[in-house]
């Protein structure tokens, strides 16, 4: 809104002297400050914080001096009085933004009677004087508030990785989010970005209070199917005499990390981790398992063998003896035996034999 202003002074200047007589002398003095300016906004929500700004000119062909500029709205019982401030001194054709800040009261929806009164006087004038002018400020009616939300995906297989964008009509800004993922994870950004771990149905929730404290929801359903799940072991070694140390690890393609797993190695040892390593202190086969699960409850399971075979130095006595073996322990036996016998002979004839 423009308005324009002219303020005129007549000065009546009366001079004394004492030169033998009285004299009394008039003398007409004209003096004026003109300015012109604009407000905005002009409108706004009930409850909503306005940045209010006016603008002046000093239109004059002199330099003008401000003393105050107030604003004043009469909301129809509260009322707005607002002292604003800006650069106090113009001069001709200079231009200075007034501010102020005020918050609109919960009132009914219509157009209110306002007021902005400057206080100023131009260069040579006497006095300062006030110039109101009208400023009229209407309160809208909120739009209703309305929130959306749109999803880089709502389904596929996990893990599922999702980035929520809202979009927020109506109500009066600036927003608060509130976001939560259906599985646990929550937000407080505009956009709310989620890896979905494991298979499973999830609904994504958006609350949004705008300034005024209305909420409003919004909610997107969201699919994680889950991935077959294949589990292979690898061993480092799968062959060898006894006593065989192997190492032993799982490759898992499919399901859901983090994985849990359960190995059984054939000789009574148990094991849940992705990695170990084993020995093997008997000759013998064993059959290694491993059970892998998902948090989502997938499963995937794979075996393998593993053959320790007898120290090819010699026999493996913590291993089962045949009766072939038994009978080629006593040969050995006898031989060491007798060959103790001669050894020992050998000696004592030695210690009788005359020198």
């Known amino acids: 809104m423009k308005f324009a202003v002219s303020r005129s002074l007549v000065i009546v200047l009366v001079v004394i002297g004492f030169v033998g007589s009285t004299c009394f002398t008039t003398m007409d003095a004209s003096a004026a400050w003109d300015a012109s300016g604009e407000h905005f906004p002009s409108s706004a929500y009930p409850g909503e914080t306005v940045d209010f700004q006016f603008n002046l000119t000093n239109t004059g062909d002199r330099q003008m001096e401000v003393s105050r500029i107030t604003l004043e709205i009469d909301w129809g019982g509260p009322t707005t009085e607002e002292r604003m401030s800006g650069d106090t001194s113009l001069n001709a054709g200079d231009t200075s933004t007034f501010t102020c800040t005020f918050t609109t009261p919960e009132v009914e929806v219509g157009t209110y009677a306002g007021t902005i009164t400057v206080t100023a006087k131009g ?25 959306t939300i749109e999803a880089s995906s709502t389904a596929g297989p996990a893990p599922l990785e999702v980035t929520f964008t809202p979009t927020v009509t109506g109500g009066i800004g600036p927003y608060a ?28 929730t958006l609350a949004v209070t705008d300034e005024r ?90 075996r393998t063998t593993i053959t320790v075979t007898s120290s090819s130095s010699g026999l493996d006595i913590g291993s089962t003896i045949d009766g ?12 060491i035996a007798a060959s103790a016998i001669v050894v020992g002979l050998m000696i004592r004839r030695n210690r009788n034999r005359p020198y």
């Open 324 to 335: 072939d073996q038994l009978l080629a322990v006593g040969y050995v036996s006898v031989f």
């Open 213 to 302: 404290g209305t909420t409003v929801e919004g909610q997107l359903a969201v699919h994680v199917r889950s991935v077959p799940m294949t589990v292979t072991i690898q061993s480092s070694v799968i062959r060898g005499d006894v006593p065989l140390v192997t190492d032993l690890s799982a490759s898992i393609t499919g399901g859901t990390g983090p994985y849990e797993y359960s190995w059984t190695t054939g000789d009574g040892g148990r094991f849940n981790g992705p990695i170990f390593t084993h020995q093997y202190a008997k000759a013998g086969t064993y059959v290694v398992e491993l059970t892998v699960t998902d948090p989502s409850g997938a499963s995937g399971y794979d």
């Open 177 to 204: 989010y509130a976001w939560s993922s259906g599985d646990g994870a929550y937000g407080s950004d505009v956009t709310f970005t989620h890896r979905y771990a494991a298979s499973g149905e999830y609904t994504a």
């Open 123 to 147: 260069k040579g004038d006497w006095f300062t004087s006030d110039n109101p002018y009208n400023v009229p400020f209407t309160i809208l009616a909120v739009p209703e508030m309305d929130v």
